[in-house]
């Protein structure tokens, strides 16, 4: 018998009875507002296999007996107000898989966990334990992740947890552990991911863990190490996120951490260093975050200059001289930099005059130019004249090619005059060199994308749209455009600006700096390892949006070309939806799109909506669930190396049926946090229903 009530935001207490229920197998529920006591005796006269109270309002103890029929594998309690510790009992429940008390007010000593051979997972975060993590745990021969974050406890690390053979995932962080690591972690050979920052942990960062090759992060920040960073570090090429921060480290940044290449996130701040930053940074090219904020660094900043997707940098309170690099001074604030006195902005560049208010002036090209040699005056001279016949011959091509583009852009259909829109429209031609292949920086269904760079203006991308050349077509098109540029959220692309021609449009959104979806998933080599915080971001954000164009449009709007190519991503890797209304305004003005071609993109597409020209919001709910499946598998749609031609759908709902294991199907990357990501699959299926 199961007993399943979740997620319907029920209010009341548990009935006594509820314990007398001999024949109760798997009691839930999760997601609702039950509280006060759970019946002390539940578990006495069943064998219950799962309990799943997880994110309600229940108080008092735990009831010790639910594992009394020895047949219990889930126990989730989470988020709830429970009082005192975990029943001893619980450590002698050798059936236990999974144990998942976290944020529930729980006290007191850890349990000694005896005979539990089958637990494979454990959160215990955010309570109030005290005391030392008991040797014991060094008998959960098959736990594969443990965390312990955010309660109060204290001493040594036992030395038994180097028997855990099977860890992959430990988080001792915001506890007050002391004393060294033990080298016996080392044998944790399976390790991915472990924190132990925010503790009093001290000593040399042992040279045992180098056998922790497979690490994809590593927090040791806020602690109290000592000695240097270890050169080790190199051999941990998997590493996406270190964090060394807080600590007495001392000495220089060694070379050798530049041959992490798959590293997204270095926090090396507040540790005392010395030296300069190695120049071999440029070869870190996946770096988005990069702190060395309050050491004593020297130097200038020229190993930065080609790191093109830092987002994120902090370098104030160190002693850099010389020029702040271009790529640098466009996308960081001004307090990042402070306490660098020698630091300057060449004026040199397009970006001083933005910045000439936030950073001192280099000095200018006249002064450095004070010096000139008799033989470098004639040169100059030289080359001077060679350029200015050269800029003549120039001139001369060039007035032909404006005179064409004048003509063109003249016939340009816009009701507006304003000499501005004009001027754009003149400089976005000129940034593309009036739409030149070699700025294309995507194609699709609905038109060809350039990138155009205006300098200080902004970083623009121009979509241009074909159509049907009939002066009706062009007026329905811009009627659909304006409607279009009316809409407004914060993870849609902003429609800034349009133009249209008779047989053409050109529409201006701002340029999205990490690209698509698509892209990071598929087509960046070798591929970002995100973390899972970034996914559930760029899904959700997805969610919103579409909720806001289905549910808050006047009248609702229908995408019907959601997937990964359509999802751009910020500076801050937020998601932004892009070409929303496209497909419709392409319908309406281009005769050629008969009732019969296939609408939309094939592997996306919802299997009613195939070959119909009527396109629901349930649609789009179909499109967005194979997103889903494609952002925590990693594999495509459809592959076309595929023999049997199966799509992501029928795959990952074929391997899910038969094996029910999150391994079989998701990124590996992501099994760090199966719970949720179940969850997330889950939800997907149920968007790629067939009904």
Known sequence: MNLLIYENRLVGQLPIEVAQLKHLKEFTLYDNHFFGTIPQTLGLNASLTIIDFYNNSFTGPIPPN????????????????FQGTIPSQFGNCPSLKRLIINNSNLRGLLPHFLNNPNLSYMNLEGNAFTGQIPGSFGKLTNIT???????????????????????????????????????????????????????LFNGSIPTALRTMSG????????????????????????????????NPLGEMIPWSIVELKALVTLNISNNGLIGGIPSGFSKLLMLQQLDVSHNHLTGTLQSLS????????????????????????????????????????????????????????????????????????????????????????????????????????????????????????????????????????????????????????GVYAVKKLMFGSSKEGSTSMVREIETVGKVRHRNLVRLEDFWVKKDYGLILYRYMHNGSLHDILHEVHPPPLLDWSIHCNIALGTA??????????????????????????????????????????????????????????????????AFTSTKSKESDVYSYGVVL????????????SSADGMDIVRWVRSVWNEKKEIEAVVDASLLYYSSEVTRVLELALRCTQTE
């Not at 860890?167 to 007050?176: E, I, K, R, V």
């Not at 992060?217 to 060394?244: C, K, M, W, Y």
């Not at 030289?382 to 064409?404: D, K, N």
Request: aromatic share 6%; proline share 5%; hydrophobic share 40%.
């Open 215 to 246: 690490l994809l992060t590593l927090d040791l920040s806020q602690n109290q190490f000592s000695g240097s960073v270890p050169t080790f570090i190199s051999e941990f090429q998997a590493l996406t996120d270190l964090r060394l921060g807080g």
């Open 306 to 457: 080609e790191l093109r997707v830092l987002t994120d940098l902090n370098i104030s309170y160190n002693l850099f001289t010389g020029p702040i690099p271009a790529n640098l001074v466009k996308i960081l604030n001004s307090s990042f930099f402070l306490g660098n006195p020698g630091l300057c902005v060449d004026c040199g560049l397009n970006s001083c005059d933005a910045a000439s208010g936030k950073f001192r002036r280099c000095s200018s090209h006249s002064d450095r130019d004070k010096g000139l040699t008799k033989f470098q005056t004639a040169m100059v001279a030289l080359w001077t004249s060679v350029f200015l016949f050269a800029v003549v011959i120039g001139l001369g091509f060039m007035f032909q090619s404006r005179q064409r583009e004048k003509h063109d852009i003249e016939e340009m259909y816009s009701d507006k005059d304003d000499k501005e829109e004009g001027y754009l429209l003149h400089k976005l031609m000129e940034a593309t060199e009036d739409l030149n292949d070699r700025y294309i920086i995507g194609r699709g269904a609905h038109g060809t994308v350039y990138k155009a760079s205006l300098g200080p203006d």
């Open 544 to 609: 919103h949006c579409l909720a806001y164009l289905h549910l808050d449009c006047d009248p609702p709007i229908v995408h019907r070309d959601i997937k990964p190519m359509n999802i751009l991503l910020d500076a801050e890797l937020e998601p932004h939806i892009s070409d929303f209304g496209i497909a419709k305004l392409l319908d309406q003005s281009s005769p050629a799109l008969m009732s019969g071609t296939l609408r939309g993109t094939i592997g996306y597409i919802a299997p009613e909506n």
């Open 66 to 81: 639910l594992c009394s029929g020895n047949q219990l594998q889930k126990l989730i309690l989470g988020f709830n107000s």
């Open 629 to 640: 499946l494609e952002l925590i598998t990693r594999k495509k749609a459809v592959d076309p």
């Open 145 to 199: 992740e443990i965390n312990l974050s955010k309660n109060r406890l204290s001493g040594l690390l036992p030395l038994e947890l180097g028997d855990l053979l099977q860890l992959q995932a430990l988080d001792l962080s915001y506890n007050a552990l002391e004393g060294p690591l033990p080298p016996q972690l080392a044998s944790c050979s399976r390790l991915l991911n472990l924190d132990a920052s925010h503790n």
